[in-house]
């Protein structure tokens, strides 16, 4: 005597033919160039140059303190000799030897 089986399996969920089985991607403008990629050496070379390069952090990001400092002391000077400079013109000309 045999036992029939106890339950029948089937899947959860019924999905849709075009789930199960999706048609293969397009063959767009912007798939064909990045297969052309894909397949030259240098130009796969400098894409992943490119993306290296992307994610590197600059110097800025990496010292805050550093920078902050530099760039303050930087600006102070730029800023002192501008003043001294237009005050030095302004006392030329005042003396009218400008």
């Known amino acids: 005597m045999s036992n029939p089986p106890s339950h029948e399996h089937r ?3 019924d999905l849709p033919e075009w789930m199960r089985n999706p048609e293969p991607p ?3 403008p912007g798939r ?3 297969e052309l990629v894909d397949r030259t050496p240098v130009l796969r070379e400098l894409r992943r140059a490119v993306w290296r390069w992307r ?3 600059r110097f800025s ?3 805050p303190v550093l920078s902050a400092v530099v760039s303050f002391v930087f600006v102070a000077a730029v800023a ?3 003043v001294a400079g237009a005050a030095y013109l302004f006392g030329r000309m005042r003396e009218g030897t400008l």
């Open 11 to 13: 899947a959860r969920v």
């Open 26 to 28: 397009r063959r767009t």
């Open 32 to 34: 064909l160039l990045s």
């Open 55 to 57: 994610e590197h952090t």
């Open 61 to 63: 990001e990496r010292h």
């Open 80 to 82: 002192t000799v501008l």
